[in-house]
Structure formats: C-alpha cells, structure tokens
C-alpha cells in the first residue's frame, strides 16, 4: 500500500501523478504584489523616471499573472466557492490601492493645487491612492507633473477594470460551468 500525498485524488494503488494546483498560484501572485513595492520603501530603487516605469511595470506584470491564474482556476472543476471570490476581490483591492499608495508617496508625484508635497505622509499617500482607484477623484489632491499624470493613468485603468474583471471571471463559471473530471 502506498502512502497518498496531498495532491493525488484515487486510489492509492494507482500510479501516483502530481496535479497543478492553480491556488498556490494565486498566492504567490498575491505575496509577490505584496512584497515588491517594499523595495521603494527601502530606498532600493531611486526616484528617476526609468524607477517609475519600473513601478507600473511590475504591477501590471503582477496585475496580469493574478488576473491569468484566477482565469486558469476557474476553467477548472474545483473553481472558487462565491464567499472565496468575494474575499479574494476585496483583498486584491486593498494589495492594489496599497501598491500604488507606495508608489504616490515615494516618488512625491501628487499635492494640493498642483504643487508636489516634498515628503508626503503614507495616510495622503493611501488617501489619494484609494480615491484614484476608485475613480472618485475629489480634486484636494492632484497630480503635479507629467509622471504623476502617468501614475495616475496607470492606477485608474486597473481600477476601472478590476471589478468588471473579477465580475466576468466569476460569473463566466456560472454561465458555462465546468465538465466534470474523467474518472
């Protein structure tokens, strides 16, 4: 008799195969969205132009492998349960706003009327982060150059989106539900 790991399904008598599995994907898409900007923080990328496109880069590389690894894990049998779509959303959310929060207070790229603050603090920072993405814009703070308009670019075309994205993945396993695993 053979010992069964984790990832076989069966009997224990047949040939032992590993499954992918399409969550640890996700994590690490999320731990990775997570971990990165806290090398602005760190002083490890400096406030030039090229940091910047770096920054927006890596969040739409990090956006996208999310985005790709919720689609793979939908198309499969054992998708995500609604109460595990909703928590997953509301959590990208906050990684996302978070994200582009470290970007606005480390490059400095915003302020009131136009003028950059110097060293703003991380609470404007998530203030003007979480209005942008939510595409609320109050107009107490705005972008005060050409790369904050470009920051600011990025992070409403992700927060406009997101929701919609979320909404088509989730339901297209509602509309064309999945066929059951050969047995």
Request: aromatic share 16%; charged share 10%.
């Amino acid at each position: 008799m053979r010992l069964q790991l984790p990832w076989q399904h069966g009997r224990s008598d047949q040939p032992m195969t590993k499954k992918p599995h399409w969550r640890r994907i996700t994590l690490y898409a999320l731990l990775l969205m997570f971990l990165w900007p806290w090398l602005l923080k760190l002083d490890l990328l400096n406030k030039s132009g090229i940091a910047l496109q770096i920054f927006i880069a890596a969040i739409y590389l990090n956006y996208l492998s999310f985005v790709f690894s919720i689609a793979q894990g939908q198309r499969l049998s054992k998708g995500i349960s609604p109460a595990g779509a909703v928590c997953l959303f509301l959590f990208s959310n906050m990684l996302l706003i978070f994200m582009f929060a470290v970007g606005w207070q480390r490059f400095a790229l915003f302020g009131p009327g136009g003028s950059c603050l110097p060293e703003p603090g991380f609470l404007d920072s998530l203030y003007f982060s979480t209005t942008t993405f939510a595409t609320v814009g109050f107009g107490d703070f705005i972008p005060c150059n050409r790369s904050g308009k470009i920051l600011l670019m990025a992070e409403s075309l992700i927060g406009s989106t997101h929701f919609g994205i979320f909404i088509t993945l989730i339901f297209s396993r509602v509309i064309y539900p999945p066929q059951a695993e050969s047995q």
